[in-house]
């Protein structure tokens, strides 16, 4: 079985997204451009994929695999598996533990066949009840068949009294606390629904005659359909041949708190979130930088590939030049299969090399996206001073990383996270670097078009991760023995 | 069987490097440093590659594979199987005629069992008189086993009356002509050769106690092996634990040719050749050029990755911005297996995404490292304007490539190069770019550290593809029917 | 994925077995101990298996694999995933519309986790009365994730009040209508449980200080145990290390009605069945076949190899030499994968070749334990012929096979089976033979043991195939369509 | 890679045949028929097969791959890459130090290239002098591919001055000394030899306007070819479209040996051999065993399945009841992969179970083809009574076998023949049954219609295995210290 390979080449040192959704309704082979869209969503997650579709003749078909989504849903003896003008799709990062061949039931979209007919489901986020709520449905006879939170949609919905799907899918959402953005289809209707948050993305989009569903606008892009606009926070959409696109608002009203995150990180630069260009926003991070903490330097230098926006503006800004001083090998996007003891040991020096003639002897300002565990950055800061520079200043494009996130992004234990056990000074201490600074959490609001940075009290973005501030209790967690920050 | 993936995005109208050669003597477990210095030669073949070692127990066993070193030579049950303290291994791209499982037998390193034991050997460079070789080789009984030209090296190996292996290979090597940079071994030696006008690098490398031998610098880093020398244009070293290295010059003496296109876009970045930094060689070209063919604009964007170093320095020398207008996915290391139709009609969108955030409204400088065939570069200038920029001028770090390379690259026929068809104007017509334009000869050498420029007559480097100025005559080529520059 | 072969060479026109079931408890390493079983099960069920194991560190493990036992089972690294002193298994056949790679959700055991705990659950026989507990099920909210008739129990098992999973699963099967041998397991007890009237097998032998339940007394032989009884019709066993072999009897009491085509074709011929050696059964069929209907002929041969043991008999009764005129390639074993339209037409000659010298100029009696389309009689017929045979006698080691199974085995539609169309003589004239004679249904049971033949109004056996007399009326055929013996 | 199986459950003390040869020409997709004719050889090798066909387009085209015939050359996308209507191929067991993955090259046809064209070879048989070959090649320049001793007669032929490939495959095969029965091609010629003493078997048939040569006549059946006659030893026919076939006799005239193993075991019973049938030679074995060493007995029984023939011979002379006592698993074509531990040790339970109800108290005549190791007919003998018989005679089916043959069969090293060791009352001991015989030399000529025996000094056939006289002194094996009986 493929081993999943992220594309960043410390990514084991990252916060990681846990899935992408798609769905594409009124074109012919709906499945291929589902294919296609979950390729762009690829970065969201790279561990399995699946498609399903349907056509009146064969009915629902799906298909689910480990690996890239290049790797198995372009082969034609497959995708002529998946006809139809109706296709949903996902893509998904677990957690370790489920990882393997026999986990292949994990990897959605879900089925489940009611009484009025089926209905296929793609969620992307996490719903923080969802142990509790599973305890419920099976003390009631329902048989689980995965270990996945997502699955408890579709046996809410088969309990449901209600007559047609999406009103099954409401009362099932009505449920379910956390965070959900969910492409969902039925055999003529694709459904696209975010939580009343608005956590993670949603947008919609127009090819030919038809419609997509997608997490982010890069996959609107790849199949050359136009983005119409975003899945509200609390709607959902019914979209069907015959009536085009219905707007529903299953949910109490709430105040929006997109994911800061997804600009810090998640999506790709060449997607619009929330109206904002996200390369612009991660420019904008290293222009903040520069004004918040600018230091006498002789070179720029991303760390690749995801520091580069932010270097560029720390550049423009300070007006240090920009280089590559760290060179990454392109072929390492899938990570070493079965590797020898002697090449994990490698480590770094797999997927990145220093461009020694260019660092020797420099004063280096290096600019990464995020801090998580700090491992990666103390291999970079050793590497770099082994090449000869002179001094090296770790500039970071988010706040210091001090909680968990629970509503889709798979991060280690709190007690892992180097900001929850360190000041910004002992971190840098303990990297040894000659100065470390975090963009302050206003310049990060600043830079994501919030002129007059983070409102206090009602904060315009979740930022659980860098605050402690979580919109959404989570319930499960806190039975386990979660501490939130007012009860620490 | 995988498909080979090229690191560039538009790698079908790119010149192909065809080898890269690594061995190492000296060190337990040699196979393992093998599989990581092809791991980063990766870049130089991506078809197949070879691993022989030598361990007096088990004699010489080999592995030769399809596809990446990381999917193959990474697997603990493999690499067992080439025990020992020699190694040699090679990395190869193919043309598409011999591509194909059959084919195997075609992928180095070759061997051959002599009187006085047995030798592997992997090549580097193309050998022009080959073809005439083979047959005088079968008139005399000779079986190839393969359809490549370095096969024939190994059969003249075997008919040498030299009483050892060294002595036979500069036997047999004194009967080829053309460019080739060798590492082969013995039982006891490691042996690296040049051809006498040095045309593919070739360079030594002190691991502990013992050496290694590789196209790049960049594959030394990677096993943390020290930067000795270059092997000398028409040096052969033959390396052993008894008499380390030991240099003899078994050819006529000849000007160093050493192949520019390895500066321009073959080597990696992070390598050192001749004494300079590829990565600062092709900022400088990007500087030469903003000198010779300066334009008004507000963006300078590079083609990604290879035409990065060369943005970088046409940005500083002219102060118009640098920034990422055009996005790669991440996850197309690999090409798509067995594509639909759909997909394959996809093409630069599964692989490229315009920023159009940042390059709407913008008079955008493309940068790019060459132009083959054109035809990706029209789709480039398409994806720009259709994102609603107001001005694209291409901006071209190496001269017209006018001739194609007979020394180990695999270019298209003369007719299929853009630039043996059309002026500089009518290929800025035929793209439909508002200017293109790219860097002269002299100013290349320049930019490579030549002061004065190319020397008349005397040229530093091989620049045939450039000039039409071939260093040794291609002699198969000719009784086919090339004519060369003189003969046109 | 690999294709599935049966053992008879003209397995497309035999009536198929569906399943056979395992378990084990007590021993260590359990699960090896069932791949065994389910290898010398093999011939019940060749298109994929399963097994379940249970251990308190890792809980239940399962893996499910389509193709044989050998080649999935015995692989140290699958094995090792399914530790523990518990496990069951399961090989099945199924028919053509729901094989392939998608189907493996299909693949038995089925698991379900209630709220007591998990239990896994493995089915031979067909229940008839599936679809409208299907229909109700999904009406009150249970998602099914199979086709497979045998989930129904599961999710009866999940809606019972009761407290234990042998309780539950009393509830469930008193639900279900049909024929089923059934092995189950929660984390501490194996479970055995035969329907009413024991129309499948289902033995119990003792290996060590454990317990095993198997299909046939041949899968005890292979691990070393020692055969101990039948669980009785209508009889469940629960086994525990504490309470060892207690026997309920949760059913109204019922005739037994064992299916006699286990002792004509399905079962092995080492195997006990009713105290009866199959190998035995079958030779005495061939003996009142050679009484019922005599024939001058020069040589016996057996079709191979099913109509090996009735051949011998035929000979013996009657001395007409037994010879192997029909020679079969031992290396059709697995059907020839993706075969190239050629090879298809080949047809029965890939598989079987005649003995010519044998053959030649003889009065042949050919024997075989059934005709079911009667298409490959004909091919065998014509090979027979053209070999030079002077004369071609069939001689079928069954009844006229001219009614459907509904209770586990694969039978083509009514219209299909030969013997619902035409009468014994308009058989011989249609497949062009010298004769052709069946045993007759009191001639089977003398054979299988009852002396006096078979008792009319209260058959001792399970005849349904022969004689059109279901004991459980099909519910859900009837539904569709299917019309009884009285109805007709 | 896929373990290669063979067709005895005892096969790991088995003599083994190494090769089958076959070619077809002058019909379309040739290379389809000789699929189909290997798949019909499989006996006669399992471990690996190759094919090469010729067609003017493409030229030669090869496929050579481990494993069955019918899992590789069957599917179309392999055989598509086969075209033209002259092909030839070749199956192959090997011993175990060649096996494996890297062995790929030890798999016929063989091909060379010569300044008239190209050819490729497939032998069945054994060069006796083929390491002294080997040198002197070596010490003149020929590079060897492989480890076969077929490929000196490439390279003697690469050397030959002669001008057609005919004439050279004539002078390469008069250095060559031992056993060979080779079928060969051209562009545009089918080519086939037997050695002088035509020890292997190869035989001509006509299929449609075209030929085909095979090493035996069942594979003439299996396509669909009338057998025309055996090529003679030391002919050689070169068929082709304008000639037919032509027939020439290179060698000096010899006394015809061949091998008598191959009416006692190698060939298929279905095939003629010498004008015989195989089946009824075995046939009349068991009835001359009869003869020679009767015995009071209940049961005559087949060691499966490559004893059946003769024990129906021995119940017919003997008049004692033949039974099937041994029943073999169908599913063990293939042998367990990747076995755990304790499966290896189930050993013989996994392929066999005894039919106790039949053997229970019976004294019991088990008929076997051979002695090889012994090792197995002590773990049968054990089976047997431990099922419960009252005595156990066996009857072997051919002379003690204690020598090696050194003619193209893998027999072990002469002190592991038990024969070579002990008397036959020593053996009988050994095995601990109560009567042990084997057929007497005299006996096995006349089952194979020498109705006067063996001829002393001048036998008809090859029985050195039986009798230590090698009609040609095994060079090789002389040089390594091997004694000839006379020696001894």
């Given at each position: 079985m493929a081993e999943m390979p992220p594309a960043h080449p410390f990514d084991d040192d990252k916060l990681k997204e846990e899935c992408g959704v798609y769905g594409v309704i009124g074109v012919a082979d709906a499945a291929n451009f589902v294919a296609l869209g979950l390729h762009a969503l690829q970065h969201r997650g790279q561990e399995a994929g699946g498609i399903v579709s349907y056509e009146s003749e064969t009915g629902f078909n799906s298909a689910r695999r480990f690996g890239y989504v290049r790797d198995n849903f372009t082969k034609a003896s497959l995708m002529?598996?998946?006809?139809?003008?109706l296709a949903i799709g996902h893509v998904r990062y677990s957690t370790a533990g489920s990882k393997g061949q026999t986990a292949i039931r994990d990897v959605q979209p879900f089925f489940g066949e009611f009484s009025m007919g089926g209905a296929a489901l793609a969620h992307n986020g996490n719903i923080v009840n969802a142990e509790a709520l599973r305890r419920e449905l099976i003390d009631h006879g329902s048989i689980f068949q995965s270990s996945s939170d997502s699955e408890c949609i579709i046996h809410l919905m088969a309990r449901s009294f209600q007559k047609t799907i999406p009103e099954r899918m409401k009362d099932a959402l009505r449920r379910v606390e956390g965070a959900f953005s969910i492409v969902a289809m039925t055999r003529t209707k694709l459904i696209g629904v975010r939580d009343p948050l608005g956590v993670r993305p949603l947008v919609l989009g127009r090819i030919g005659d038809g419609w997509a569903l997608s997490s982010e606008t890069c996959a609107l892009d790849i199949i050359g359909a136009t983005f119409v606009r975003e899945i509200e926070p609390g709607e959902m959409v019914v979209i069907s041949a015959g009536n085009g696109v219905e707007s529903f608002r299953p949910f109490q009203h709430a105040s929006s708190r997109f994911c800061i995150f997804e600009h810090v990180y998640f999506s790709r630069p060449d997607s619009i979130l929330g109206g904002r260009s996200v390369y612009e926003t991660r420019r904008q991070i290293g222009v903040e930088l520069a004004r918040e903490a600018p230091v006498e330097a002789d070179l720029v230098c991303p760390v690749p590939d995801s520091g580069t926006p932010a270097a560029i503006g720390f550049s423009h800004e300070s007006g240090i030049p920009y280089g590559m001083g760290i060179i990454r090998n392109q072929y390492v996007g899938r990570t070493f299969i079965e590797p020898t003891e002697q090449i994990r040991n490698m480590g770094v020096r797999l997927k990145l090399n220093v461009n020694r003639a260019l660092i020797a002897g420099k004063r280096v300002v290096l600019v990464d996206d995020s801090v998580v565990r700090g491992t990666t950055s103390q291999k970079i800061k050793e590497m770099i001073l082994d090449a000869g520079a002179a001094e090296v200043h770790f500039r970071i494009a988010s706040p210091p990383t001090a909680w968990p996130c629970f509503y889709g992004v798979d991060t280690p234990e709190k007690e892992k996270l180097l900001a929850s056990r360190m000041s910004e000074e002992e971190m840098r201490d303990h990297l040894g670097v000659d100065s470390l600074r975090f963009v302050s959490l206003d310049g990060l609001y600043r830079a994501a078009g919030e002129a007059g940075g983070r409102t206090p009290g009602c904060p315009q973005y979740c930022d659980a991760c860098f605050s402690g501030d979580y919109p959404v209790a989570p319930a499960d967690m806190i039975e386990k023995g979660f501490k939130l920050k007012a009860a620490e």
């Open positions: 002529e598996t998946l006809p139809g003008h």
